[in-house]
């Protein structure tokens, strides 16, 4: 540290972006490449130190922060510069000899491949039904939680004893903005490995538990955006099959192939048997959440649908980046 920077928190900061610091950099472009690729170049990311992990890459890792750091730390460049990269574009496919050289694609032989973080998969479901409420910045919002939650473990006279979800847009604001009370975190992305909060994670673990799949098929809040999105197909596209290019190129954003159509088709009709013959069961279905469903809809088709697109929000390509 320079004789001239000053001995208190100012002089530290200035310290950790001078030039010959070469650790600030690197731990951030390792931490973003950890975000794209699911793991860093250095897989201990919270260790850059001599009981860390070597980097996989130590010659591209010490071009990134260089380069990070002389754009003026550009994180959208950054960012940009690694997602339009051919090592990012390759397809996620596993070849036989890939995964013989490669299991953990370290060397970065094909796309990377993994589920997508709790406040992702959420964002996501809400984004392709059109329910993401696009406002930027404000107060802490309270989307649908399981009631019963904040009273588990709140004392008498704490002002976060009892949970009242929020109201209209309040209740489809991005994950970012959701009220966080660190011994109740949200229930529906604590099962997706969200962390606490109680400590600093630099790596979320990712498992996968019959629990997350409940959550994805059964959650208010993706019941509720699988219903808009079948709403909205019904609403801009006439028959069957429009409504599932409609629904599989928001959720997919691509059309499904011949056998894919079959098994939806089937499943579709097995749905819309099942409603129409059970009316109570579907307007039950459809009127989950806030947002009441379009009366003028066929109840039985509405709830058929429904089920559908909630099928193709849960697929392991959809969940998955």
Known sequence: MASTLPRNRLGFAQWLFTEEHPLTARVAVNRMWQEIFGVGLVKTADDFGSQGEAPSHPQLLDWLAVDFRESG???????????TSAAYRQMALATPDKLAKDPENRLLSRGPRFRMDAEMLRDYALASSSLLAPQIGGPSVKPYQPE??????????S?????????????????????????????????????TRESCVVRRERTNTPLQALAAMN???FVEAARSLAESAMENTIGFEARLDYISARVLVRPLAANERLI???????????YA????????????????PDPSLAPAEHAALT???????????????
């Open 159 to 195: 002002n976060t004893r009892f949970y009242k979800p929020d109201t209209g847009s309040g209740l489809y604001r991005r994950s970012l903005y959701t009220f966080w009370k660190r011994s109740a975190p949200p229930a529906s992305m604590d099962v997706f490995n969200a962390p």
């Open 264 to 274: 939806a088709r089937r499943a579709y009709s097995d749905f819309e048997r099942y």
């Open 307 to 321: 089920m559908l697109a909630s099928q193709l929000l849960n697929l392991d390509e959809v969940l998955n980046k």
């Open 148 to 157: 019963g939650i904040w009273e588990a473990v709140a004392m008498d006279g």
């Open 219 to 221: 959650d208010v809040q």
């Open 73 to 83: 730390w550009d994180v959208r460049r950054f960012y940009r510069q690694v997602l």
């Open 277 to 292: 013959a059970h009316p109570e069961d579907a307007r039950k279905f459809l009127d989950d959440g806030e947002r009441k």
